[in-house]
Structures are given as structure tokens and as C-alpha cells.
């Protein structure tokens, strides 16, 4: 069993950034994919980014895309969303997950997925 530790999340006025994070402990992932994921009220849970394994790959919503970078740190175990040019519509609960062994990549489905944050408020203010 994973355990992630996100942080970074806040309030910030529209145009503004953040960086989350999301640290795991309890076992090496460096064989899997990371991905993050939003939840608004009222909203399913959607997919926003995933880094491969090795760091190399990475793919984005299209509503991120431009915005948004994912980034992983193997000698860490930890994985970063840095959000620029925030807009009011990014206002969510974010989520870092860890993706399945084998999964088909890009991981853009909840179900590509074994391992889940906690999650983070992120606010976006008009």
C-alpha cells in the first residue's frame, strides 16, 4: 500500500500559480505512472495530467494544456503539478494518484489508477 502526501494547494486570485506536490511512502513507484485529477462540486472527477514513469512523457487535459506541467522526482518519490495563468474554472479538490502497472498509457481514466491523495482545496478567485 502507497501512502501520498499531497501539499500546496490554497487560494489565488485568477492569473496567479501554484505548485502541488504529492509524496509517497510504503513502496519504491518508480515503475509508475503519476497522474492528477480535480473534482468541483457538483462535478465528476477529471483527469488533468500524468507523467510516465520515466519522466519522459507527459500528457494533459486540454483545458490545462499550456498552463499546467507535471514533473516527477524519482530520488524523491514525489510528484509536482505546477499551475500557472489559474483561472476561476480551475477551482477544485485536486487529487495525485498512482497509476497501475501495466496501464495503457496515457492513464486518463480514475480506473488506471490504484493509489489516491488525500486531496487539495485549490480556489481560484475572480
Known amino acids: 500500500q502507497v501512502q501520498l502526501v499531497e501539499s500546496g494547494g490554497g487560494l489565488v486570485q485568477a492569473g496567479g500559480s501554484l505548485r502541488l506536490s504529492c509524496t509517497a511512502s510504503g513502496r519504491n513507484i518508480n515503475r509508475n505512472a503519476m497522474g492528477w485529477f480535480r473534482q468541483a462540486p457538483g462535478k465528476e472527477r477529471e483527469f488533468v495530467a500524468a507523467?510516465?514513469?520515466?519522466?519522459?512523457?507527459?500528457y494533459y487535459a486540454d483545458s490545462v494544456k499550456g498552463r499546467f506541467t507535471i514533473s516527477r522526482d524519482t530520488a524523491e518519490n514525489t510528484g509536482y503539478l505546477q499551475m500557472n495563468s489559474l483561472k476561476p474554472d480551475d477551482t477544485a479538490v485536486y487529487y495525485c494518484?498512482?497509476?497501475?502497472?501495466?496501464?495503457?498509457?496515457?492513464?486518463?481514466?480514475?480506473?488506471?489508477?490504484?493509489?489516491w491523495g488525500q486531496g487539495l482545496q485549490v480556489t481560484v478567485s475572480s
Open positions: 507523467v510516465h514513469w520515466t519522466g519522459r512523457t507527459t
Open positions: 494518484a498512482i497509476g497501475r502497472l501495466g496501464s495503457k498509457w496515457p492513464p486518463t481514466s480514475t480506473g488506471a489508477y490504484d493509489d
